[in-house]
Nanobody
Framework: EVQLVESGGGLVQAGGSLRLSCEVSGVTVDDYVMAWFRQFPGKEREGVSTQDYGDRRTIYYAEAVKGRFTFSSDNAKRTVFLQMNNLKPEDTAIYYC??????????????WGQGTQVTVSS
């Protein structure tokens, strides 16, 4: 059974940092493209960062987070991370990690974590 478990969310002041973790079990991190999504209240999930399907070392970022967020992975620990710096109130959302075939559409991802709340106060 494939499971993704996120951790690391919380409440932080604007300008602060958080590091999200996503522990993967049932498969290795290399078996799928890993990605981070977020969901604002009343909105659809949107992509934050994703690996390239052909080269997992190539990482893509949404424009809104480029230069502030960093995706990384530790294959030995079966964990992916999202380092979030210079957080803004508009980053407040539930953050999900996902495993699938890649791209920005949630439908391309088969497995999802339970989500972790990130709240940024002004």
């Amino acid at each position: 059974e494939v499971q993704l478990v996120e951790s690391g969310g919380g409440l932080v002041q604007a300008g602060g940092s958080l590091r999200l973790s996503c522990e993967v079990s049932g498969v290795t991190v290399d078996d799928y493209v890993m990605a981070w999504f977020r969901q604002f209240p009343g909105k659809e999930r949107e992509g934050v960062s994703t690996q390239d399907y052909g080269d997992r070392r190539t990482i893509y970022y949404a424009e809104a987070v480029k230069g502030r967020f960093t995706f990384s992975s530790d294959n030995a620990k079966r964990t992916v991370f999202l380092q979030m710096n210079n957080l803004k109130p508009e980053d407040t959302a539930i953050y999900y990690c996902a495993a699938g075939i890649g791209g920005w559409l949630p439908t391309f991802y088969d497995y999802w974590g339970q989500g972790t709340q990130v709240t940024v106060s002004s």
